[in-house]
């Protein structure tokens, strides 16, 4: 009796374990595309070493990625990049997760709950605390097994603001702008100006001469830190310093920053956007109350929808000291160091950060790409408005500094603006907030 009692549940067993199988398989067919959430079904990983896996639905991974929101056409854009990823690879599934508001708080507080996505973005300005915390998989021994992943081909500024203390790539970046010069070439024009200035000097004299009262000021300024770290480092100042504390207080650095306060106050040439009416450099320069301003990549689809009948140029920002200089603003894709699909997860990343899936998201000029060769194939290098923008890469300085960027960069503007407006000088502004951000770092400790 036991032994037909035995029996009898071995084969129910079986039986179940049967049906369990072909229950899978439909479940994983069905879920293998789009839907109209945005996640995306199968992908592919982004290298002939790697290659597609071959595997079937039944056997799929699911593979979470998030990020911030976008345009309808950079989601789009996305969308297509995960779906070629997929066409590849049908033996990942990838979940896409917009987190709308407060990202980067979200993604701090799943990675510290253990629920974080396996791959997401990360800003350069939040790179080197994430970094420091332990939460990144290093990517190095990925790449050493993935011949065609060159990194070499990344512009190095953006690819040493993901690289640890450690030296070891801990994102690699997805896109990128620089800030230039936009100018309005019908002013120039009028003011018998044929080009746009080379050096800081030069452009001193053509914003004086391109003001008019109030009405038009020659330079639209952005008195804060994420657009004038490049401007303390430019005689030889720091901004944060090798303890990661505020040191733009110094000599040298109150010496770039001095460039600016002169046109403010002495040329009366340069005005903020607040000061016009408008709410930023692109506002600003497309309302034509301002002949140039210091923008982004971004700057371009604004001012063409908005402000189709302006006639504008761009061009690498003038030099300083003799030497050229300017901000980066990159995003990198990151892998969570808790994933359980790390593999799977690095096929997705190499593939979003790869030649194939760049040249994809970048094709739009909506993000310019981190790869030179990318930015080269889509002709972005000789591009009339967006050439200059690539050639900043080389040289950029990227918008980041450590773990105690939010509080020193806040402290650097509160007061900067205030020397700004004339309330008190530069120099009095400066060793304010480099001693009360360095308090507050300190009362941290």
Not at 103 to 110: E, H, K
Not at 186 to 204: D, L, N, Q, Y
Not at 318 to 327: E, Q, R
Request: with cysteine; hydrophobic share 40%.
């Amino acid at each position: 009796m036991r032994k037909s009692l035995t029996l009898l549940i071995a084969l129910l067993l079986a039986a179940a374990m049967v049906l369990a199988a072909c229950g899978g398989k439909e479940g994983g067919s069905a879920t293998g595309g789009n839907n109209a959430s945005g996640n995306a079904g199968q992908s592919s990983g982004g290298t002939s070493s790697e290659g597609s896996s071959g595997g079937s639905a039944s056997e799929q991974v699911e593979v979470t990625l998030s990020g911030w929101g976008a345009s309808p056409e950079e989601q789009e854009l996305l969308q297509q990049t995960l779906d070629e990823f997929m066409a590849k690879n049908p033996d990942i599934k990838v979940k896409y997760e917009v987190i709308a508001d407060q990202y980067q708080d979200v993604i701090n507080t799943r990675l510290i709950g253990g629920e974080g996505p396996d791959v997401f973005y990360l800003d350069s300005s939040e790179a080197p605390k994430l970094i420091a915390s332990g939460a990144l998989e290093p990517l190095d021994d990925y790449v050493a097994r993935t011949p065609d992943f060159d990194i070499a081909d990344f512009e190095e500024p953006l690819l040493n603001a993901f690289r640890g203390e450690d030296g070891k790539y801990y994102g690699f970046p997805k896109g990128y702008s620089t800030l230039v010069l936009f100018y309005n070439k019908k002013m120039f024009a009028e003011a018998g100006i044929t080009e746009p200035p080379k050096t800081w000097e030069e452009f001193a004299e053509v914003a004086r001469k391109l003001t008019k009262g109030k009405d038009v000021y020659g330079f639209g300024v952005a008195p804060e830190a994420a657009r004038q770290m490049y401007m303390v480092e430019a005689y030889g100042g720091k901004f944060i310093d090798e303890n990661g504390r505020a040191a733009f207080a110094s000599p040298e650095a109150l010496r770039g920053l001095q460039l600016i306060m002169d046109l403010r106050h002495k040329d009366q040439s340069a005005a903020q956007a607040s000061d016009v009416g408008t709410g930023w450099g692109g506002e600003m320069f497309g309302q034509q109350k301002a002949a140039m301003v210091f923008e982004g990549n971004w700057a371009i689809p604004f001012l063409l929808q908005n402000f189709p009948e302006l006639e504008f140029g761009t061009a690498e920002l003038p030099t300083v000291n003799g030497k050229k200089g300017t901000m980066a603003f990159t995003v990198a894709y990151v892998m969570n160091k808790d994933s359980k699909n790390k593999e799977a997860a690095w096929r997705l990343l190499s593939f979003l950060t790869g030649k194939e899936g760049m040249k994809i998201w970048t094709s739009k000029g909506f993000e310019l790409p981190s790869r030179k060769s990318v930015a080269a194939e889509l002709g972005y290098d000789k591009d009339e408005l967006r050439g200059a923008i690539v050639a900043g890469g080389a040289y950029a300085t990227p918008w980041q500094g450590g773990k105690y960027l939010p509080i020193i960069a806040s402290n650097f503007n509160n007061q900067f603006v205030s020397a700004f407006l004339g309330e008190q000088s530069l120099e009095d502004a400066m060793k304010l907030a480099q001693e009360t951000a360095n308090k507050e770092i300190e009362a941290m400790q």
